[in-house]
């Protein structure tokens, strides 16, 4: 949107709002997009055993908090939401797998 300004340069709580609502709506999308790709996963995976990696949860917590730093995002906080976001991924990805496989 065009009419959404930079933090910076936002000067009513309208214009911050405005902000928020449109990061939101980004946010709720790109969710969307990442449990398609856990749709993807628990279709290509080969048995149910599969679908929790501690080492690919590992090395996206790595990579997340590596960006966080990079960005200077509060680390404590995208180690939360990602720990949470993570869990709920694969919670879905084996609801998926199951779904899927129920009808084999």
């Known amino acids: 949107m065009s009419d959404i300004l930079d933090p910076a340069d936002c000067q009513t709580m309208t214009d911050v709002r405005a902000g928020v609502d449109d990061v939101d709506r980004r946010i709720v999308a790109l969710l969307r997009r990442r449990f398609g790709y856990m749709d993807a996963a628990a279709r290509i995976k080969p048995d149910r055993s599969a679908v929790r990696d501690e080492w690919r949860k590992a090395d996206v917590k790595t990579k997340v908090d590596a960006e966080a730093g990079r960005l200077g995002v509060d680390r404590a906080l995208t180690a939360r ?17 199951d779904q899927i496989r129920s009808g084999e």
């Open 81 to 97: 939401l990602y720990e949470d976001l993570i869990e709920s991924s694969i919670a879905h990805e084996l609801a998926q797998f």
